[in-house]
């Protein structure tokens, strides 16, 4: 007997209690801060920021709906009890990862920033409910390139995910960001 390759399209659809939500409050939730424009001129290799969180049961179940992944290994607490490995549930890894984007994109770096690539993303150790991280978003390199004629502009980026317990790096990657160069603007 042949196997035949799987092929499901499975339509996304938010859960009621999520697609109850009202946009305009949604908005209203999140908090206003000022990105300033910052430019690549104006960045060093070493600038560094980090961000503090604790990963509760409520923010992986939320992504857990938002991401359409209900794996019980992240939403079963008795499953998670089973697990000799964790003895609980663990935080999906792209969430985890994801807090990178907040640490780059509204403190580091801020306005004017495009994500191009993430390399080299391993997770390490897995972060389990309550746990508290530190994410680090580290500048280690700046050049630029000529496309089309024009100089773009880069950073790469040293993002880690650190349990602030145990010091175990659960997750580490490098991002590449594009980024303005204040001399272009002057143009």
Not at 86 to 100: D, E, P, Q, R, Y
């Amino acid at each position: 007997m042949i196997n035949t390759p799987r092929d499901e399209h499975i339509k996304y659809k938010l859960p009621p209690i999520l697609e109850q939500l009202n946009i305009d409050e949604l908005i209203n939730q999140i908090p206003k801060i000022k990105l300033k424009p910052t430019y690549w001129d104006e960045l060093n290799v070493g600038d560094k920021t980090s961000l503090h969180i604790k990963v509760t049961r409520k923010i992986i179940l939320l992504y857990a709906m938002i991401s359409n992944d209900y794996n019980p290994i992240h939403v079963d607490l008795d499953y998670g009890k089973s697990l000799k490995m964790f003895k609980t549930n663990i935080a999906h890894g792209i969430l985890v990862a994801s807090f990178g984007s907040g640490v780059v994109g509204s403190k580091l770096v801020g306005e004017g920033v495009a994500l191009i690539s993430i390399k080299n993303q391993v997770f390490k150790d897995a972060v389990k409910i309550d746990d508290k991280i530190v994410v680090t978003a580290e500048i280690i390199k700046k050049y630029f390139q000529e496309i089309k004629g024009k100089n773009r502009y880069y950073i790469d980026i040293d993002l880690k995910v650190i349990n602030e317990d145990t010091k175990a790096v659960a997750m580490e990657s490098l991002a590449t960001v594009t980024i303005f160069n204040k001399s272009r603007q002057k143009k």
